[in-house]
DNA sequence: ATGGATGTTGCACATGTTGCAACGAGCTGA
DNA sequence: TCAGCTCGTTGCAACATGTGCAACATCCAT
């Protein structure tokens, strides 16, 4: 809609990928390098870009500082987060919670593991939409044709053999979910990694969030992991049940 | 330097305080409804804010991927993190890594304490300057003049009865700890928390990172706390020398 | 010294941004 | 049901702002 601004935001994920040069900015972005400056110089004063000692330029510090307040005004969070402590205290494995937001999904907490081998994740990290028992749970509550719509754009990589290919498989592995109310996902994003999952309701019974417990194989097996499901579910009731009754609006 | 891009970027921390409608991001803005409208959908386009059920305005999920991936290309954590994991798995503190940019001291990365207490902090959050012993190390290696004049500007909120207040004390603790090349903290900020911090430098003898273990007063004492010091400033000097070693540039 | 590569500045032009006014949608109370 | 309010949205004309150019500055290598 704006140019200018579509311009100077379009830098971000490009330095994102990497420092880069006045040159190698403008070249990406197909302007002259002195609107390039310009547009990089209106980052700098806001802190959102950096520029190094051999003056090539990265992402700034107040991207973090930004992303920080935002993941704090996410109220579902602070409701939820004595749960997920209390259900990590309880069965020792790693928990989180995410929500949904215009075809992304993102964990915006996370317990982690007393075991001392963990999964790899990141408060923050767009969730393996395809796979993860998180997502599932989130997009089943999507209204069918705006679904089937974002099923047909996704890419669906083939992180394992279990990964979960193509819109048909993904649909119908959803309507699975729906009915049951709880997901799982076994190795389908790493091998070695189980997730059972269960979703959070806002006082309409709309699915506002979704929390997961995952663990390795080495760890406990995926039946093992199962027998956690109730647990799960309990917790995610309760949330929901203090959320529905929080909430102000 | 560019009004447009200057007053969209101007939206994103007046987002941060909170969810806004159109009409209250126009009056902060001090422009009209139509312009903060164009500026918010450009910035929505682009995810970086985004538009939840009650039309309001908050920030959006890209910000959170954008930090992400603005983290990991921070090179000083690849090198460090192994040796603040085996450093947390040898006394079983929390560890921090912080860097310095402009102004700003920010936790780059952290190892969650073995304890069941543990002290809140957030990768990303920005440290308290003037009394963290991270801040003070990183801001210690700063020249002269430039130290005096951020030293001025600063705000010194009595977090605790021990906080550092005023420039004068400040400018004085960080001449101690250029000295000495290691850092405390005391209860300054949060009463029952301390902590001891050591530089990492660069092959040129910059400072580059700071790191600290931190441990609240009823896990172990001051004392105890300090008898680490060693094992922290070897540590420190470890990651230094790898990172020497494997800088490119 | 000389040449090349990269960052920076001032400026004239026209493109994109701005505020306005009018419209639309949703809500409230009479 | 309608008038009256609030708040978001749209089209448009005026002109402020962003744009690319060309010249200059700086740095490094040869």
């Not at 997009?139 to 679904?147: C, K, M, N, R, Y």
Request: charged share 25%.
């Amino acid at each position: 809609m704006s140019q200018t601004v579509d311009r100077a935001l379009r830098i971000l994920p490009l330095l994102a990928e990497g420092p880069a040069n006045l040159e190698q900015v403008a070249t990406r972005l197909d302007v002259h390098k002195s609107t390039a400056l310009r547009l990089l110089r209106t980052l700098h004063e806001h802190g959102l870009v950096y520029r190094q000692g051999d003056q090539r330029y990265r992402l700034g510090g107040r991207l973090f500082a930004l992303a920080q307040e935002a993941m704090e005004n996410i109220d579902i969070r602070a409701t939820a987060h004595p749960h997920l402590v209390a259900l990590n205290e309880n069965c020792g494995h790693t928990v989180h919670l995410a929500v949904h937001e215009e075809g992304e999904v993102i964990y915006v907490d996370k317990v982690d593991s007393r075991y001392p081998v963990r999964m790899y994740s990141r408060i923050g990290k767009p969730v393996a939409i395809t796979v993860a028992a998180v997502a599932k749970i989130l997009l089943a509550d999507l209204p069918g044709d705006e679904l089937r719509t974002l099923a047909r754009k996704l890419d669906y990589p083939r992180y394992t053999a279990r990964s979960i290919i193509g819109p048909e498989a993904f649909l119908a592995e959803l309507a699975k979910v729906r009915e049951q109310g709880w997901a799982t996902d076994f190795g389908g994003h790493e091998e070695s990694i189980n997730c059972v999952g269960a979703p959070i309701r806002g006082h309409d019974g709309r699915v506002v969030a979704a929390m997961s417990v995952s663990a390795p194989n080495v760890v406990v097996t995926a039946e093992e992991l199962l027998a956690l499901l109730p647990l799960v579910r309990r917790t995610a009731q309760t949330i929901s049940r203090d959320y529905a009754g929080y909430t102000s609006r």
